[in-house]
């Protein structure tokens, strides 16, 4: 079995930071792209942010500048830096993996639980 566990999320005021974290644990033969996406209350769930095995990155428009994405390969984990954070970006946040279990053949996509990330005065 695979999991994705998030931490870091938060209550944090306008114009703070927040660090999220998604390891991916259990048996894993490789990963693909790792991402972060987004669902506030009675919207869609949208892409956040992703970034592949090689490094490189895509952010959505309404993030770039503030957000940035990495990835520890040897920790199978994958982070959000989230700056200048605004009430807009109030949701919960879900990790995303693309990952090929060990004994597989293919790789699909892999979800954690979400973490509330809560941007307020």
């Known amino acids: 079995q695979v999991q994705l566990v998030e931490s870091g999320g938060g209550l944090v005021q306008p114009g703070g930071s927040l660090r999220l974290s998604c390891a991916a644990s259990?048996?894993?033969?490789?990963?693909?792209?790792m991402g972060w996406y987004r669902q506030a209350p009675g919207k869609q769930r949208e892409l956040v942010a992703v970034?592949?095995?090689?490094?490189?990155?895509n952010y959505a428009d309404s993030v770039k500048g503030r957000f940035t994405i990495s990835r520890d390969n040897a920790k199978n984990t994958v982070y959000l830096q989230m700056n200048s954070l605004k009430p807009e970006d109030t949701a919960v946040y879900f990790c995303?993996?693309?990952?090929?279990?060990?004994?597989?053949?293919?790789?699909?996509?892999?979800w954690g639980q979400g973490t509330q990330v809560t941007v307020s005065s």
């Open positions: 995303n993996a693309e990952i090929q279990p060990l004994a597989t053949m293919r790789s699909w996509d892999h």
């Open positions: 259990g048996s894993i033969f490789s990963i693909n792209a």
């Open positions: 970034i592949t095995s090689g490094g490189s990155t």
